[in-house]
């Protein structure tokens, strides 16, 4: 039972450097959910996703975009990545808007020089 | 969001009890979350408090106080493995989306 998993777990960019995130959970939730986590903050809401084919900005959704094409995987993209992006991004789901806990995957440290 | 507030630190020893506190703001407010992460790990979920009262689960315990915009997370019996971040989170009565706060880093020690 893989619950949610997140690839890549590291990943170095430099400035100006375009990549994605993969999210994948198997628990056939509706919600999914992007965070980041940064030192001294609480985890902050980038965008999220209601079902398969819909996105929606959360607080810091600039200079990210998301999609969610199949409804068991969530993509976070960074066109062109800035050093104020490094930080741990945090993957979660939930079976629905209201229901239940959220289910983390294990992150993605990621550094931009 | 609910601007939640938690102390950044605790320190305490083996086998004593630790209370977390959380404050938010209450307008807004639908139910609250504590999570444990441990360093370099995903945080996983404890408890779930939507109405006023205590709730024990084991060694740990949690308490809200929704007139209060209080909540508290207990620790009894610590353990090593305890060491870790505590994070307090609210869930918007509008949304129902978490608001975290920035976590209670627990350091307990023999």
């Known amino acids: 039972n893989a619950g949610v998993t997140q690839t890549p777990k590291f990943r170095v960019l430099k400035t100006g450097q375009s990549m994605t995130l993969l999210c994948a959970q198997d628990?056939?939730?509706?919600?999914m959910y992007w965070y980041r986590q940064d030192p001294g903050m609480g985890l902050r809401l980038i965008h999220y996703?209601?079902?398969?084919?819909?996105?929606a900005k959360g607080e810091v959704p600039d200079g990210y975009n998301v999609s969610r094409l199949k409804k068991q995987n969530f993509l976070l993209g960074l066109e062109s990545a800035a050093p104020s992006q490094t930080s741990v991004y945090f993957c979660?789901?939930?079976?629905?808007?209201?229901?239940?806990?959220?289910?983390f995957g294990e992150g993605s440290r990621l550094t931009v020089l | 969001g609910q601007n939640i507030d938690q102390p950044t630190e605790m320190t305490a020893t083996e086998g004593a009890i630790v209370q977390i506190n959380c404050t938010y703001q209450?307008?807004?407010?639908?139910?609250l979350f504590w999570y444990q992460q441990h360093a370099g790990e995903a945080p996983t979920f404890l408890s779930y408090n939507v109405l006023d009262g205590l709730e024990e689960k084991g060694r740990f315990s949690s308490f809200l106080s929704r007139s209060k915009g209080y909540s508290y997370l207990l620790l009894k019996e610590l353990q090593m493995k305890d060491s870790a971040s505590y994070l307090c989170?609210?869930?918007?009565?509008?949304?129902?989306?978490?608001?975290f706060g920035a976590g209670t880093t627990v350091t307990v020690r023999a």
């Open positions: 979660a789901s939930r079976i629905d808007e209201r229901t239940g806990e959220l289910f």
């Open positions: 989170a609210g869930e918007r009565s509008n949304d129902y989306k978490l608001s």
């Open positions: 628990m056939n939730h509706e919600y």
């Open positions: 996703s209601v079902g398969e084919g819909t996105t």
């Open positions: 209450t307008s807004g407010f639908n139910g």
